[in-house]
């Protein structure tokens, strides 16, 4: 097993200075969630490019992220977007939320990013009630039994054509049969939604194998 970690590691370490390589910013945003004593549940800088390219590659002018934590995913994605795009981000917990102030100030997209602190569920109530333009992107990336009803609340506010993503959806008890969780629910869900034409595509990382799924959203919904 730590053989097969440290290969893992190694890879990740190659992909990851080969096609993503962080700058300051990034590189900062990480040590000042280290100080912080933030968890490091962050994505990678791959998988953070991965999340960059998608969002380049639809044209991405709005986009929803629930889970913030330090803000290093918040910005890859912010990155992606034109300068009069919009970045929404949703964050429970306050400390954290300061956190990844301070990192998208010092990344300059202070004007381009918007930190909503609270429940996500009360702030996606609150985007509904907006009636704003639908996003053309959703990233899901915080509590995990939470994931289910995520879906259900953001797909509405997700424009046809649009991408949903989510982070951590290959858990460990994935194959364990009768083993219950809200990623599995989250990922059947996904799965037989009609809205949706959804892939879920295995991530390498130094601490093991993880899935991003990545749907798009069709029909008239």
Known sequence: ???????????DGYISELFAPEDDALMSARAEMLRAAMPEINVSASEGKVLHLLARIIG?????????????????????????????????????????????????LSQNVEVKVGP????????????????????????????????????????????????????????????DSGVKRFNAEAAAHPDLITALVPVLRSRGIDGLLIAVKTGKR
């Not at 097993?1 to 890879?11: K, P, V």
């Not at 290093?72 to 949703?90: E, H, K, V």
């Not at 306050?94 to 010092?106: E, M, S, T």
């Open 120 to 179: 996500a569920l009360e702030s996606l109530s609150q985007l509904e009630s907006a009636s704003e333009a639908p996003f053309d992107m959703v990233f899901i990336d915080a509590d995990k039994e939470g994931y289910p009803t995520y879906l259900q609340r953001a797909l509405p506010l997700l424009r046809v054509g649009g991408l949903l993503l989510a982070d951590n959806t290959l858990p460990d008890n994935v194959l364990v049969r009768g083993a």
């Open 60 to 108: 991405a002018k709005r986009i929803l992220e629930i889970g913030t934590l330090g803000a290093y995913s918040t910005i890859w994605l912010a990155r992606a977007l034109p300068p009069n795009g919009t970045l929404i981000t949703l964050e429970i917990n306050p400390q954290y939320a300061a956190v990844a102030l301070r990192n998208l100030k010092r990344a300059n």
């Open 1 to 11: 097993m730590a053989e097969q970690r440290s290969l893992l590691a190694d890879y």
